[in-house]
């Protein structure tokens, strides 16, 4: 049988693409390998001759300072493109760290090229580009202006929106420490934060499950709007349909 793709399907979230395109983007995850929590996949200062599909886990991009201290700059879910952001860099601007065990796919960047080769993808491309661009700038806003209440509502509002929970309820694999670092709050001032949301009866968290009670009072507390998240597609073009799978493997 064969293997969903996380990648083709991505990006068909934004292009009709052919069976040679989803060919193509399926060959980016001809060499999937496991990775430990933890795992450093590149380290800041490395030189960068690798990118990374993400097939199966969470993990991000980790700037580490001086004192101890890190900031949490992307989160990754299966299907992305890991390191995208610092396609132009020679060298690692930070950390690539898995936060769950993962499974991704290492690739030379220069594949790249073949999809800028390919109008399709390279549109598919930039328009991926510019929503994780839009999420990091949501996440800047998040961090600097709203209240840690305000804060992690609006998190747990993204979250719902990018893993395609409906109903509101999901899997959160990731630690204090990791949601802490990527808000700009302790893992102290995470869990009375999370305590508040429960005690309003908006959020209930048990065994790393999470399940939002009041989606509509979640975002008026958050200002969550859900226009950054949202993936326009191109311009309607002529392409034969394709199922969305890889090759077997």
């Not at 969470?58 to 004192?67: K, L, N, Q, S």
């Not at 499974?103 to 994780?132: H, K, N, S, Y």
Request: hydrophobic content about 45%.
């Amino acid at each position: 049988m064969p293997i969903v793709s996380c990648i083709v399907d991505r990006f068909t979230q934004f292009a009709v693409l052919g069976a040679e395109e989803i060919a193509l983007l399926s060959e980016l995850e001809l060499d999937p390998r496991s990775y430990a929590a933890g795992t450093v996949l590149c380290k800041a200062g490395s030189t960068a001759t690798q990118l990374f599909t993400l097939v199966k886990g969470w993990a991000g991009i980790v700037r580490h300072f001086a004192d101890g201290r890190r900031q949490v700059l992307d989160l990754y879910l299966p299907g992305q493109i890991m390191r995208l952001r610092e396609l132009g860099s020679e060298q690692a601007q930070s950390d690539l760290l898995a936060f769950t065990d993962i499974v991704a796919c290492p690739f030379p960047r220069e594949r790249i090229d073949e999809l800028l080769a390919r109008p399709r993808l390279a549109g598919a491309l930039l328009l991926t580009l510019t929503a994780e661009q839009g999420l990091l700038t949501e996440r800047i806003t998040n961090v600097a202006r709203r209240p840690a209440l305000e804060r992690m509502a609006h998190f747990l509002l993204e979250l719902r929106t990018r893993l395609g929970a409906e109903t509101g309820a999901f899997e959160l694999p990731l630690t204090q420490d990791v949601i802490g670092d990527m808000l700009g709050l302790s893992s102290v001032h995470v869990s009375r934060t999370l305590g508040r949301l429960r005690r309003l009866g908006l959020v209930h968290m048990a065994d790393g499950q999470v399940r939002l009670l009041d989606i509509g009072a979640l975002e008026t507390l958050s200002g969550f709007q859900v226009g950054y998240l949202s993936r326009p597609g191109l311009p309607a073009q002529t392409a034969p349909a394709t199922p969305v799978a890889a090759a077997p493997q």
